[in-house]
Every structure is written in C-alpha cells, then in structure tokens.
C-alpha cells in the first residue's frame, strides 16, 4: 500500500487531518533543499532529526504575531478594523488566526489573553459569555495542542474568567502558560492557577523575570514552552538525538572533543542552509501579509538548535545501565550532563546565525519534548528519564541545574496525586524557590486528570481511548499522545504525595 494510501484509508484520521497529512507527505518527499551527504548519513543513522520539517521549507516553523499591533491598527489584506468591544475583538482574533500558519498549519500562539481583552471587559456577564464561546471555537477549529496562550504576569478579571473557565470546559486547547513573577504576579492569582493548573493540566509557571531579561523585549511562551520574540519567531528546529551520538565515541573526551562538535557543525549547516532557503527562495517574508504588514519581521526569527537525550547520553558514556542509578540519580551523571550543554552552548554562541540580527545573530538552544517515535533511549530535553524520577526536591535539583542556557525553552512536567489539592500553598512555595534557583517553566497536573500533559502538549486520556479503539480524534496531539504513552511511557511519571515522595 502506498503511503498515500495508508494515509486515506485511515479510519482514526479526520478530513482535515487527512489533508495535512497529505501535505506533509508532499514535502518530506520533495528535494528542493539540497543536503550534504553527511547531514544525510545523520538522519539516516538518527543522530540528527529534522522533526518533519522536509525539504521545501515555505514558511517559518514557529511564527509569533504582534497581536497588540492587531489589536491598534487591525489588518488591511484581511479587512479587518481596529476592534472597538470584546465581540469585535474576538470576532477579529478568530479570523486572523486562521490565516498565521506554522509547522503544524495552526497557529502555534494566540496572544496574551490578560493584556488584549483588558480595555473591552466591561460587562462581567457578557465577558464570560463571550470568553466561552470563544475557547470553544479555538478547541474546535484549531484542533492542535501546540495552540498556546499567555496570561500574567499582573492579574485582572479577564484572567480569572479565563481560569474559571478552563476549569470548567476541561479543554486540551489551547495550552496556556502564566508569565510568572514573584514581584508582579500575586500571590492570589499563583494560587488561582495552580488550581487549574491540578485540575486541567494548565497554566504552567514560565520564569518571566529571566525570560523577560535574556529577550530584552517582549517574548511569549508558544507551542509546548518554546520562549521567542514576540513579532518574530523561530525558523526552524532539528535536533540532536545525543544518545545516538553518544554511540560514536569511544570515551568521554572523545565525545565532549570531537563527536559532538562534528554533529553540532552539520546541523548548523542545515539551519543555515534552511534559512537562507526560507529568506530567499520562498515567498514568505516577500508577501505574506504577516511580514508585509509587520506583525513580524524577518530580524526576529532565528534558528534553534534542539537537544533530547541527554541522560541516556550520558549513563552510556559512563557505562551506567541501570536507569535508577544513571542521571537524575548520580552526581557524575549529572556533572557530565552540565558540560555537554555548556559545550553545546559554546559552539551554538561561536556559530554565525543567518538572518537573525534581533537575536545578536546567534541561534539559541531549544530542550525539545520528545515525539512519539523516540522510545525509551532519548528522554524529552534535559530531563530524567521517566519512571526513574528520584524525590520531588532532588528531582527539582537537578533540573534547575541543566535549564541556564536554553533561553528558547526548557522544562519539566510534575505528576501529583490528590492530597497537593489541600496543598496549593506548598507548590507556590515550590515554585517560587524552583525559579529563584534557575528553573525556567514548571509545569503539574494530577494524576487523575482526563486532560493530561504528555511532553509539553496537553492531551485527553478519553481521546486517546478512542484512538485505541480505532476512532477518530478532533485533536491532531491525541496520535502523538497515544504514541508516546505506549512506546515512551510517557504517561507513567512518578507520582508525588504531599511529602514529595
């Protein structure tokens, strides 16, 4: 059977999901984009992953708009007028969202909700109203857990409508993270959305007060907890599969001196040839309304240099087999850990980027989540592997210590069981002392949630039941989640009590 075939005669698969599909399949088989024979040795050996992005790149992987300039100016290709209520506000959104593309074809950020909607919420009623409606037209038609939005860092009434009724619809979609910081987020609203957060997966905690910093300007968390300019985005994301790579060498210094800058330099190569491709050769930047317009500008983008697998990496170059005793559990596992990233983050600053002067011209170093092909032997990003999670403090203690250099998003996610609910003061102070320690994001949900956070994207058990079941799913991620949760385990985190055990 042909792989068109297989794709139209899937019966898990909705309409739409099969005309993505179909795309995707177009441009993993294209050629358009040349590659060097090693970088194709890489892919071939899974050293190197170019998650999906193909060959004919015709439009930057993350793209995050300028809503407040939405919201001021309005769009002229789209016809669309400065919105003068919430209606017309929300009516605009929904429009312009359908037309901002990104690897998956949704839109991969919708705004920050507390700041856009602030000025139009007059009436409590009618914003409730019309907040519902609207987190039901996004969980029905942009049907893709990467769909993230902002709330924070200050709160207002908007924000906990938005919390209120999260809780209540139990939505996979959209993600949403709470810029969070301890000088200007209260305490009140840390609080309002750790109950959430236990109860439906979300908000995740993002360490606004160091992102804010390293972007020096204004940045937004998108898909699973990428952090990029705001009017900008990220071209592009292949990644190293350092586990793999890890099997080149003989020893460690090898590694450190020699095999993992001969695979950094081919996905440099690869960045930059992807970039040049996106910048010169398609027709992105030169007339989509979204450039022409400038809800983003070129100078902003910039390329990222994805990471998973560091722990199994780092057990096999020390010869430690048993995951209970290997990283997150073993001090030399761990030390090893911080100097492979600080030799990547070495060779990412040396590298000249292509097109991105808004980022010093320096790609940036992205922990990314997993995909449901990985397995066992590449854990998402930076983190210990799953089932072997050592106590709640520790585990805590180690994160922080790999999180310094990806200023493009790192994270970890933290299963709880049901007593952390008479306990939400306990996780704020777990939070707080998590951030001031160097954490980036944090993210929790209970283990009895339906809606449940796999790698950085949210999902529901009772959709992947019926994938299980051979039927269809609205949500893209459930077939992601599905995957993950049977050949990666994803799912099977150990579980807190209230003592952090």
């Given at each position: 059977m042909s792989k068109v075939s297989e794709i139209i005669s899937n019966p898990t698969l909705t309409y739409a999901q099969q005309v993505l599909a179909l795309a995707r399949l177009a441009e993993s088989e294209d050629d358009t984009l040349k590659l060097d024979d090693e970088f194709k040795l890489a892919l071939k050996e899974h050293t190197i992953c170019d998650l999906g992005e193909g060959n004919a790149p015709y439009r930057p992987r993350y793209i995050v708009p300028d809503y407040d300039l939405f919201m001021e100016k309005g769009c002229k290709f789209l016809e669309l007028d400065p919105p003068k209520d919430l209606l017309e506000a929300v009516n605009n959104l929904l429009i312009f969202y359908k037309h901002v593309p990104s690897i998956t074809s949704f839109p991969v950020y919708l705004g920050n909700f507390t700041t856009m909607f602030e000025k139009f919420d007059v009436d409590e009623a009618e914003t409730r109203k019309v907040m519902?409606?609207?987190?039901?037209?996004?969980?029905?038609?942009?049907?893709?857990?990467?769909?993230?939005?902002?709330?924070?860092?200050k709160d207002n009434r908007v924000t906990r409508i938005i919390l209120d009724l999260t809780e209540e619809m139990q939505l996979a979609i959209p993600n949403i993270s709470l810029?969070?910081?301890?000088?200007?987020t209260s305490d009140e609203l840390a609080l309002a959305c750790i109950k959430c957060m236990l109860a439906t997966s979300k908000p995740s905690f993002a360490n606004h007060a160091m992102y804010k910093k390293e972007h020096e300007g204004p940045y937004a968390i998108v898909s699973c907890y990428n952090a990029l300019k705001v009017g900008g985005g990220g071209y592009t994301l292949p990644r190293l599969r350092l586990y793999e790579i890890s099997l080149k060498a003989a020893n460690v210094d090898q590694f450190m001196n020699e095999v993992l800058p001969h695979y950094c330099e081919l996905i440099f190569r690869n960045i930059d040839a992807r970039i040049r491709?996106?910048?010169?050769?398609?027709?992105?930047?030169?007339?989509?309304?979204?450039?022409?317009?400038?809800?983003v500008k070129r100078e902003n983008f910039t390329g990222m240099v994805g990471v998973v697998g560091l722990a199994e990496c780092c057990n096999h170059l020390?010869?430690?087999?048993?995951?209970?005793?290997?990283?997150?559990?073993?001090?030399?596992?761990?030390a090893l850990g911080e100097r492979i990233l600080d030799k990547i983050n070495e060779l990412v600053h040396a590298h000249h980027g292509v097109y991105c002067e808004g980022c010093n011209?320096?790609?940036?170093?992205?922990?990314?989540?997993?995909?449901?092909?990985?397995?066992?032997?590449?854990?998402?990003?930076?983190?210990?592997?799953?089932?072997f999670e050592p106590e709640l403090y520790k585990h805590i203690q180690v994160e922080t210590?790999?999180?310094?250099?990806?200023?493009?998003?790192i994270g970890d996610i933290f299963k709880f069981d049901d007593t952390w609910n008479n306990s939400?003061?306990?996780?704020?102070?777990?939070i707080k002392g998590a951030f001031n320690s160097g954490m980036r994001y944090f993210t929790a949900y209970n283990a009895d949630n339906d809606v449940v956070r796999v790698t950085g994207y949210l999902v529901k058990k009772s959709e992947?039941?019926?994938?299980?079941?051979?039927?269809?799913?609205?949500?893209?991620?459930?077939?992601?989640?599905?995957?993950?949760?049977?050949?990666?385990?994803?799912l099977d985190r150990r579980v807190y009590n209230e003592s952090g055990s």
């Open positions: 519902r409606l609207f987190l039901k037209h996004i969980d029905k038609t942009l049907t893709d857990s990467f769909v993230h939005a902002n709330i924070g860092p810029l969070y910081d301890e000088n200007e491709y996106i910048v010169e050769e398609s027709s992105f930047f030169k007339s989509n309304f979204l450039a022409t317009e400038g809800f020390l010869g430690i087999d048993d995951k209970a005793k290997g990283f997150g559990n073993n001090e030399e596992a761990n011209n320096m790609y940036v170093m992205h922990a990314q989540v997993g995909i449901d092909t990985d397995g066992m032997e590449d854990s998402p990003g930076a983190r210990i592997p799953v089932g210590k790999m999180h310094k250099h990806f200023v493009s998003g939400k003061g306990a996780v704020l102070d777990i992947i039941e019926k994938l299980n079941n051979n039927k269809t799913s609205l949500n893209n991620c459930s077939a992601f989640g599905q995957g993950a949760a049977r050949d990666s385990h994803a």
